[in-house]
């Protein structure tokens, strides 16, 4: 049974990018030497942040969106035994529009 998590208020979980296993060069990159992609895609969105008039802003990013983050942005979670970054709205840099 595959698990369901809906983000609360300006909340989205993302699944990070997989990185190039080579360089530009065709040099074969080891496991230790990566690091984490700073790209992802969105996988689910909250409702939006809550202004203090008590209003809601819908988010800019939807399900489906491809964006950059920031380096140190979320918290790691495990869902059905896949990996995904929790992140605010704010830690999202941009949307990569193809």
Known sequence: MATTVRPLHDRVI?????????????I???DSAKEKPLEGEVISAGK??????????PLDVKA?????????A??????????????????ILGVIED
């Not at 990070?16 to 065709?26: F, H, I, N, P, T």
């Not at 489906?64 to 140190?72: A, H």
């Not at 035994?81 to 992140?87: N, R, V």
């Open 48 to 57: 939006g942040k809550i202004l203090e008039n008590g209003d809601v802003r």
């Open 28 to 30: 074969i990159i080891p």
């Open 14 to 26: 993302v699944r990070r990018l997989d990185e190039e296993e080579k360089s530009a060069g065709g």
């Open 74 to 91: 979320g918290t790691e979670i495990k869902l059905d035994g896949d990996d995904f970054l929790m992140m605010r709205e704010d830690d």
């Open 64 to 72: 489906g969106d491809k964006v950059i983050f920031s380096k140190y």
